[in-house]
């Protein structure tokens, strides 16, 4: 009960901050990256390129579905075909937008991103908290999270941008889900490669905010590219827990 008190009460002081605080508009400097090098004729070369793992992993991912190779409840199948779907999509939509970043080409980075997300944040839910309380929420999520979207882009084409639903989509799991690790029985083994994947997100988030600096240090590749990367690596440590884990 205790734990419930403390999941709800996290869940309603985050909600009441983004309702409190005023509508948060697209900044357009999030589209200037460091590097906006082209190479071979391809414009902003690694920030495209650097996708290519999150396809690749997201693939491996469901070859292994496929084959059976994932110790998972079939129960959640969906779920992990949800995820790594969507995966497959982060590198490919991250890409497009990459190609020609502003706010348009930013929905198509954005879409797959939270389709994953949501589907990953379910299956926790599902399988540390309630199967019940996963099995219903992984659409209703999923939609919320494409709805957060839809209205911060007409948002920003009626001139009053507001990204508050979509960073509480994307902001209010991650806060939960360690929460959910520490205070709920781990239902599987190997549980520290869930951590490890949380902190590549981090680490990525990291990259991402010192993107300039980061380049300016190496030349070679910006942190914005080395993100891309960090996120992908976390993707393969998620799809190496479900190879592997055992139920406890």
Do not use: C
Request: charged content about 10%.
């Amino acid at each position: 009960m205790k734990t419930k008190i403390v999941l709800s009460l996290i869940i309603l002081v985050i909600i009441a901050v983004v309702v409190w605080v005023k509508p948060i508009p697209q900044d357009l400097n999030y589209h200037l990256f460091a590097d906006a090098l082209s190479q071979w004729g391809i414009a902003n070369f690694w920030n495209v390129l650097s996708n290519l793992p999150f396809v690749v992993f997201g693939l491996l991912g469901l070859w292994s579905l496929l084959k059976g190779q994932l110790q998972i409840n079939t129960d959640f199948k969906a779920f992990y075909w949800v995820f790594f779907v969507g995966i497959v999509f982060v590198g490919l939509g991250s890409s497009w937008y990459h190609l020609n970043p502003n706010n348009h080409t930013l929905v198509w980075d954005r879409l797959p991103m939270t389709v994953a997300f949501m589907a990953f944040f379910t299956v926790i839910l599902a399988e540390h908290v309630n199967e019940l309380l996963g099995k219903r929420l992984l659409w209703p999520l999923i939609i919320l999270g494409l709805l957060s979207i839809v209205y911060w882009q007409y948002s920003e084409s009626v001139g009053a941008g507001d990204l508050r639903w979509y960073a509480l989509v994307q902001f209010l799991p991650l806060i939960m889900i360690p929460f959910i690790f520490v205070l709920y029985p781990k239902p599987y083994s190997h549980s520290h490669l869930l951590w490890v994947f949380l902190g590549f997100y981090v680490v990525a988030k990291l990259l991402e905010h010192f993107d300039a600096q980061i380049f300016q240090v190496l030349s070679v590749i910006s942190g914005h590219s080395l993100k891309h990367m960090a996120a992908a690596l976390g993707v393969f440590f998620y799809w190496r827990y479900l190879r592997i884990r055992k139920a406890v």
